[in-house]
């Protein structure tokens, strides 16, 4: 018995090890995706009252429990999210990075609120340059994209052609 537990153990080690663990291909190139890891800066509409957010509502926001953007002297405004798919590389950083969970997780969490009746899910968009469109079109939208390498951190603009997006900053 205590021979079976010790190679369960040592079978689960392999396989977080592998990257199984992750929900990747066993023999997938994980060196290289922590290479070109990047700072996900967080995008919303213009319209969006607030200029920064805890990382406390942006969890919220994220999982849906959060849906009217709050600011006094502003008039309420519903949160618009927006996310890459599953499998994307940037929605994957963004969830780590910043929500501290896995995409398979918070997935999970919008599955369970949409059978449940409580929520809907977020709407899903293939590619940053659909995101980015999508946000700048949209009222109270939010979403994540990778920071631009030209950007110095002075420059609240995320692309030259989305003037109606701004960063917001976390506190």
């Known amino acids: 018995m205590i021979r079976n ?3 369960l153990v040592f079978a689960l080690c392999l396989m977080w090890l592998s990257g ?4 990747d291909e066993p023999n997938s190139d994980r060196v290289s995706e922590i290479a070109v890891a990047s700072e996900i800066v967080i995008i919303a509409n213009a319209s969006v009252p607030v200029n920064a957010i805890s990382l406390n509502e942006l969890r919220s926001i994220f999982t849906m429990k959060k849906r009217i953007w709050d600011a006094s002297g502003h008039p309420s405004q519903s ?4 996310v890459l798919p599953n499998d994307h590389a940037v929605h994957k950083e963004f969830c780590k990075q910043q929500l501290n969970i896995f995409p398979a997780q918070l997935e999970k969490v919008w599955y369970r609120m949409v ?3 409580t929520g809907q899910a977020p709407v899903r968009v293939n590619t940053v340059t659909d995101m980015l469109h999508r946000i700048a079109s949209t009222p109270g939208a939010i979403g994540y994209v990778e920071r631009p390498q030209s950007d110095n ?3 609240p603009e995320i692309h030259r052609d989305e003037k109606n997006t701004k960063i917001l900053q976390i506190r």
């Open 5 to 7: 537990f010790f190679s």
């Open 20 to 23: 199984w663990a992750y929900g």
């Open 79 to 82: 949160v618009k999210v927006f």
């Open 115 to 117: 059978y449940t009746g």
């Open 153 to 155: 951190n002075n420059n």
